[in-house]
C-alpha cells in the first residue's frame, strides 16, 4: 500500500463490537416539482414511500422517518408511511428518526411500533427525542415548561413497555397503570430503541440507565466534539451493570455526481429552511461561507460526490467510535427525482467505499528474520 493510499484508508475502532450500519433518515420534506414549485403534501408522502422502498433495493439498512407537523415538513404520521414501505420490501430496517415522545403517549407509541414490527417481520426500530423541534407541544396541549419531566417519565415508562409484561406504573404526566397488558406483543424480544441527543450529556446518561442505544444528531459544528458523548455513554452503560450499545450518527447530506453538483443543489435549500427555523431552534442564518466550511472536512453536512461523502462518513465514524451512520437527506424544495438519485448514489457507492475504507488493514508481509 502506497503512503497516499495509507493516509485515505481509516481503520474502525478497536473497540468495534457491532457490524456497520448505513441508514437513510427522512422528515419528509416537501418536494418541488421541477419548475420549482411545491408539491402537494400527498404526493411528497407517496414519493418518500417510494424512496424507502428504492433504499432496500440499492442496499440500505435502514430506513428512518422523523415526526414533523409543518408545511415544510408534512409527516405526523410516519409510523403508517413505514408500514407502507414495509408491504413493499423485505429485508430493510425501518423505524422513527425521530418520534416525539415527550408530546405522545408512551403506550401508543409501544403498539403503533410494535405493530410495525409484526407488518415487517420484526424489522421495527424506534428513536425517541424529547423535541427539539417543538411545534408538536403546542399541537397536543403540552406546557414546554414541563419538557425535562415529561421526557424524562415517559421514556422510563417505554423501557418498563419493552419488557414485554403486564406493566404497574405511576407517574404525573398521564393516567397510572396497574398490572396492564399492552398489546401486540412482539414475537422476538423488544425491538431496538434509541435515544436521539444533539449535545445534552444528561441525555446521554439516561440512555444508559434505560438501557437504550444512543443516537448522536449532528447537524452542526465539528463532530469530532462529540466523541466525548461515545465514551461518556459506554463507561455509565457499565457503571448501570448494562453491556456495551452502539452508537450511531445522523447529520444531514446531500450527494450528487460531483461536488459542486450537490452543493448547488442543496445550499439554497438548507439556506432558506434554516432561515425559517432560525428564531425558534437559536441558529444563525448560514451563509456562504459557513455552509461551506459546514461541507467541508471538518464541518457536519455531508455534501458532495460520493468519495467525498464516503471519506467523511468514514472519518468521522472512527472519531466518534460509531458503528452506524443515518444520513438525513432531502430538504424542502428538492426533486423527487435529485432524492432518488441521492439514494441510490449512497447505496451503491458511498456505501460500499466507507466498507472499504473502514475494512481492517491486511496484514503485512512477515519479517525477514522470522523462520
Not at 414519493?47 to 414533523?68: K, L, M, P, S, T
Request: hydrophobic fraction near 40%.
Amino acid at each position: 500500500m502506497t503512503d497516499q493510499a495509507a493516509e485515505k484508508r481509516t481503520s474502525a475502532p478497536e473497540s468495534v463490537r457491532f457490524p456497520l450500519v448505513f441508514g437513510l433518515d427522512t422528515f419528509g420534506d416537501r418536494n418541488g416539482d421541477a419548475d420549482g414549485k411545491p408539491v402537494s403534501h400527498a404526493q411528497t408522502i407517496r414519493n418518500v414511500v417510494a424512496e424507502g422502498v428504492r433504499a432496500e433495493q440499492v442496499g440500505i439498512d435502514f430506513f428512518g422517518i422523523g415526526e414533523h407537523h409543518t408545511d415544510y415538513f408534512p409527516m405526523p404520521a410516519g409510523d403508517v408511511v413505514l408500514a407502507a414501505i414495509a408491504a413493499g420490501t423485505n429485508r430493510i430496517h425501518l423505524g422513527s428518526a425521530v418520534t416525539v415522545l415527550s408530546s405522545d403517549d408512551p403506550v401508543r407509541v409501544f403498539q403503533r411500533y410494535s405493530t410495525l414490527n409484526a407488518i415487517s417481520g420484526g424489522r421495527a426500530e424506534v428513536i425517541l427525542g424529547r423535541g427539539s423541534s417543538i411545534e408538536s407541544f403546542p399541537l397536543f396541549g403540552y406546557d414546554l415548561a414541563d419538557y425535562e419531566e415529561l421526557f424524562e417519565e415517559k421514556a422510563a415508562l417505554f423501557a418498563e413497555l419493552l419488557k414485554g409484561e403486564p406493566v404497574t406504573w405511576h407517574g404525573t404526566t398521564r393516567p397510572p397503570l396497574y398490572h396492564q397488558d399492552v398489546v401486540p406483543h412482539t414475537e422476538s424480544g423488544p425491538f431496538p430503541v434509541w435515544i436521539g441527543v444533539g449535545g445534552n450529556p444528561q441525555s446521554v446518561i439516561r440512555a444508559a440507565r434505560l438501557g437504550f442505544r444512543l443516537a448522536l444528531a449532528i447537524i452542526g459544528g465539528q463532530p469530532a466534539r462529540f466523541a466525548a458523548f461515545s465514551q461518556l455513554f459506554q463507561k455509565a452503560l457499565e457503571k448501570f451493570g448494562r453491556p456495551p450499545l452502539p452508537v450511531a450518527v445522523h447529520s444531514p447530506g446531500h450527494i450528487a455526481r460531483t461536488d459542486d453538483q450537490a452543493r448547488e443543489e442543496f445550499w439554497p435549500r438548507w439556506r432558506d429552511i434554516i432561515s425559517v427555523v432560525a428564531s425558534d431552534r437559536g441558529f444563525a442564518i448560514p451563509t456562504e461561507e459557513s455552509f461551506a466550511w459546514e461541507a467541508g472536512p471538518h464541518g457536519a453536512l455531508y455534501v458532495g460526490s460520493p468519495e467525498t461523502v464516503a471519506q467523511k462518513i468514514a472519518a468521522n465514524l472512527r472519531a466518534l467510535q460509531a458503528t452506524r451512520f443515518d444520513l438525513k437527506y432531502g430538504m424542502p424544495g428538492l426533486t423527487h427525482e435529485a432524492l432518488m438519485t441521492n439514494i441510490e448514489l449512497y447505496g451503491q457507492e458511498v456505501i460500499p467505499r466507507v466498507r472499504e475504507l473502514l475494512a481492517p488493514a491486511p496484514p503485512g508481509p512477515p519479517s525477514s528474520g522470522s523462520s
